[in-house]
């Protein structure tokens, strides 16, 4: 196939994890691939198909995979690359943190899960100092009112933010004994008024009402360190949920570091790596506590000991979750490397309208998430994988990030790998000029995020192949819809970056595979299908019957995978059903190998590689389909059976037959190979001799090009009347109620010349075609004969536009009796022969 004349085609494989055992989902992705490959080989490419492997990664560090050096370097080239457009940067800020996997993780590495719980709680602050001049309300029980979903940040809070252009009021309960119990005040917004009465189950009685903007400056008292904080502004507070009051904590929120960091207000996180409170928490009874558990539980606790809080309310929303471990991770300020997405992503987007995408709707989803992004956090906190080469200085933790300190570093990598940076003495990383500095340096512990590992796969194939600059590093990539956020959009940012173009020049995305009723596949419901129960069989053969690879791969043909697909024993025994079709429309023509239909061949071998070339492998299957069961087996096959079974075997008119079979049958098995290649190797090993050159692959016989005469337009023209009038005698033959069709004659009445002389040129099909004993034709003044005593059954055609004239079709019962041998009613005599048998047995 090295030698296929047609330049080389490269589908780049995405990287699965190599933990666990192949799902059906594997198998609709690999499958997709291998037929894609398939039929470009067919098509006379060359195919680089390498398959990939990711072996970065939790769990796989603990099987201790390794990986090329020269992949690292490469990576490394990359990322020096970045640095020296100025795109890495090193910051103190909130990003996802799995506790569970104790690292950084990007948007691309969350999953979230619709139904998670947390422990609301509305909490009052205390007010120090007041900016409203409110006599009637007493400033020592005055407080703003805070609702969160995370308690635990409420020991991290460093202000409370309002909406300056939305109005606020101070309320108090009105279920009060105002002569035993202090009234307390509580600052919220106008419009969050109706929904916090229902939340706390009290009226709430309105005192006075006055714009946001005349809250910033005031100070309350934070109620767990007792420290004093400001009231600040910030745009993202709004009306739609809480009290319009909203408790900032920079180190645990995007949002309220941005706020934070414009007005220069302190990021505090106390919180480890572990998910655990640590010794900034202001408080030593939190210490040590897991803060999505015991830890919001004891936050809870000091706050209701200290009557700060309010209510506490369960909460079910979306909330993301590592999606490794499985588990829900959290926000913390740690010092991290980050890639700026924001000066390359409008290139990115404007590279993508010159890449193919399947279906069409991933253009936008791919283009939203790279628009939501404007930073990528590339650092992560693991034990292995690809370091970010990074030194640090002992004393002032400034990193050493130069030209020459990287250079140094991948010299390093290439002869040691990435080991070389865990092993080698931490001075022997230094390059020349900084040994003797009169400094210390410390190696960072960061690697890179995994999805920049798989991001610069493209490296190896621009390498490797060395295409011309005009040209995609890739022809395409196939991954599944969650790559969006993922591979596809690591690699086209890493590939923009540095080669300022897409690294694919077409890009398929594909669904998921649920079971029957469209459900997602779950152990626990015991819906999960293994592939290898589809090929293999289950241990209860009659419930989940062995299929085998082919029906596997037909099924994915069959689907319509741009969408999610479904799956499970319904499906798959109409898909066995189908192959079973094939296979048996095949031994039809191997045990056989006229007058066909050519210019239809040419119509349907035509269609295929459309199908194939846009990655519609469904309508290959059911052009397919059609052709099999329509054109081939209800019509075909049912008109050339008399000439196979009956005529001589040297007959030139049985030779016709095995001909057109041949072809029909080549072009068949060539288009099934990509999706069954078994079935089709199957096929072409019981017929390869009689072609004209033998090969020991149906593979390597490319792509078939049928001849251009057999492109006859008035040949078509022609079996569209013939075709025409012979479902018009079907159904007048149900009408006769004939046991047999071979019983019956046809005569055939025409007004015109030109029908007339159409109908003549096919004379000697037209039997065979009705499948009755006899069939003639006359023009429409010789149709004496109607009027006729025997019983006949008569019927006015009219043809398609572009015919002149129609035609009176007349069934009568056949006069003469049944040849034994061809059954046919030809014979002259009652249980003797007809005169065509008669010369075929004398010959023989």
Same mark, same amino acid.
């Given at each position: ?6 330049e080389?085609?490269?589908l ?6 190599? =933990?666990g ?8 992705n690999k ?5 894609i490959?398939r ?8 195919? =680089? ?33 970045l ?8 910051q ?35 007010m120090i100092n007041?900016?409203?001049?409110l006599?009637?309300v ?8 805070i ?9 991290a ?7 300056p252009?939305m ?32 939340v ?9 009402t006055f ?12 109620p ?8 600040i502004?910030a ?7 809480g ?9 645990h ?7 934070c ?16 409170? =640590? ?9 040590g ?15 209701k000991? =200290?009557n700060n809080?309010i209510?506490e ?20 300020a740690?010092?991290q ?9 409008q290139?990115?987007?404007?590279s993508l ?8 709707a ?9 628009l ?17 080469p ?7 933790d ?22 070389g ?16 500095n009169?400094k ?37 990539y196939v ?20 080669n ?13 595979v649920?079971?029957?009723q469209?459900r ?6 015991? @819906?999960?299908?293994d ?17 085998g ?10 689907s319509?995978?741009i ?31 006229y ?24 309508k290959v ?5 059609y ?24 007959s ?11 072809h029909?049958? @080549?072009?068949y ?6 999706i069954?290649?078994?079935?089709a ?16 692959s ?19 023209q ?24 071979l019983?019956?004659?046809?005569e055939?009445?025409v007004?015109t ?6 109908l003549?040129?096919h004379?000697?099909?037209?039997k065979?075609?009705?499948?009755t004993?006899?069939a ?16 006949s ?25 049944k ?13 003797g ?12």
């Amino acid at each position: 196939l090295e030698n296929n004349p047609k330049e080389l085609y490269i589908l780049h494989d995405g990287p699965p994890y190599a =933990n666990g055992n192949l799902h059906i989902g594997h198998a609709l992705n690999k499958i997709l691939k291998d037929i894609i490959n398939r039929y470009k080989v067919l098509n006379g490419h060359k195919v =680089n198909y390498i398959p990939g492997w990711d072996c970065h990664g939790l769990p796989i560090e603990l099987k201790a995979l390794t990986e090329l050096k020269e992949y690292e370097v490469k990576q490394l080239q990359v990322f020096h690359e970045l640095l020296k457009k100025g795109y890495i940067y090193r910051q103190n800020k909130p990003v996802y943190w799995s506790p569970s996997s104790r690292t950084a993780l990007a948007e691309a590495e969350l999953e979230y899960k619709d139904d998670h719980q947390s422990r609301s709680v509305y909490v009052k602050f205390p007010m120090i100092n007041s900016t409203l001049d409110l006599p009637i309300v007493p400033r020592d029980n005055l407080h703003v009112l805070i609702w969160t979903t995370t308690p635990w940040t409420l020991p991290a809070n460093q202000a409370v933010a309002i909406n300056p252009n939305m109005e606020y009021s101070i309320v108090c309960p009105t279920n009060v004994d105002h002569n035993t119990s202090t009234i307390h005040y509580y600052i919220v917004a106008a419009k969050r008024i109706d929904a916090l009465q229902k939340v706390l189950g009290t009226e709430l009685s309105v005192k006075s009402t006055f714009e946001g903007r005349k809250l910033v400056g005031a100070t309350y008292m934070h109620p767990i360190n007792m420290q004093q904080c400001k009231i600040i502004e910030a745009s993202h507070v709004t009306e739609e949920s809480g009290t319009g009051l909203v408790h900032i904590a920079p180190g645990h929120g995007m949002e309220d570091y941005e706020t934070c960091k414009k007005l220069s207000v302190p990021i505090i996180c106390p919180v480890d790596e572990f998910g655990n409170f =640590n010794s900034e928490v202001g408080n030593p009874t939190f210490e040590g506590k897991f803060v999505l558990t015991n830890g919001t539980s004891a936050v809870i606790e000091y706050l209701k000991e =200290n009557n700060n809080l309010i209510k506490e309310v369960k909460f079910i929303h979306k909330y993301p979750y590592d999606w490794r471990t499985k588990k829900p991770i959290i926000l913390r300020a740690t010092a991290q490397w980050f890639a700026n997405v924001g000066a390359i992503k409008q290139k990115a987007i404007e590279s993508l309208q010159e890449v193919k995408m399947v279906p069409e709707a991933a253009r936008y989803r791919l283009e939203q998430f790279t628009l939501s992004r404007s930073e990528w956090c590339i650092s992560r906190q693991r034990s292995w994988g690809v370091p970010i080469p990074v030194l640090y200085e002992t004393e002032t933790d400034i990193p050493l990030l130069t030209d020459s300190s990287i250079k140094h570093i991948i010299e390093i990598v290439k002869e040691h790998g990435s080991d070389g940076w865990w092993e080698i003495n931490e001075k022997d990383l230094l390059p020349p000029e900084y040994k003797n500095n009169g400094k210390t340096y410390r190696r960072g512990n960061d690697t890179m995020d995994v999805w920049f590992d798989s991001g610069v796969s493209w490296t190896y194939i621009l390498k490797k192949f060395k295409r011309e600059d005009s040209k995609a590093i890739s022809d395409l990539y196939v991954e599944g819809s969650d790559q969006h956020r993922g591979w596809f959009q690591s690699s086209l940012l890493t590939s923009i970056a540095v080669n300022n173009k897409a690294p694919y020049s077409a890009l398929i995305t594909h669904g998921f595979v649920m079971d029957e009723q469209g459900r997602k596949m779950s152990k626990s419901i015991g @819906n999960v299908v293994d592939p290898n129960t589809i090929i293999k069989g289950g241990k209860n053969i009659k419930k989940d019957p062995a299929y085998g690879v082919d029906v596997l791969r037909l099924w994915v043909a069959s689907s319509e995978y741009i969408k999610d697909v479904n799956i499970g024993n319904t499906v798959m025994k109409q898909v066995g059903e189908n192959i079973r079709k094939y296979r048996n429309t095949a031994r039809f023509m191997l045990g056989n190998l006229y007058n066909f239909r050519y210019d239809q061949l040419v119509d349907y071998e035509e269609l295929y590689p459309t199908f194939y070339d846009d990655y519609t492998f469904n309508k290959v299957i059911q052009t397919l389909n059609y052709f099999t069961n329509t054109l081939l087996s209800a019509f075909y096959f049912d008109i050339i059976k008399d000439r196979l079974y009956a005529d001589y075997l040297t007959s030139q008119s049985r030779k016709n037959v095995l001909t057109v079979l041949y072809h029909i049958l @080549n072009v068949y098995a060539i288009t099934l190979s990509p999706i069954v290649p078994h079935l089709a190797e199957e096929i072409y090993e019981n017929y390869k001799t009689v072609g004209p050159k033998e090969y020991d692959s149906i593979f390597r016989l490319g792509w078939y090009n049928l001849e251009e005469k057999w492109n006859n337009q008035p040949l078509r023209q022609e079996w569209d009347v013939l075709k025409h009038l012979r479902n018009d005698v079907n159904q007048l033959l149900e009408v006769a109620r004939k046991d047999n069709s071979l019983e019956a004659n046809v005569e055939l009445y025409v007004t015109t010349t030109e029908l007339f002389n159409l109908l003549h040129r096919h004379k000697l099909d037209l039997k065979s075609i009705f499948i009755t004993s006899d069939a003639t034709i006359s023009s429409f003044d010789n149709d004496s004969r109607l009027t006729e005593p025997t019983p006949s059954y008569i019927h006015e055609t009219d043809f398609p536009e572009g015919i002149k004239g129609n035609c009176k079709i007349v069934v009568k019962k056949a006069s003469l009796f049944k040849c034994p041998r061809c059954w046919n009613f030809n014979a002259q005599i009652e249980g003797g022969l007809c005169k065509r048998c008669e010369n075929v047995l004398a010959i023989s």
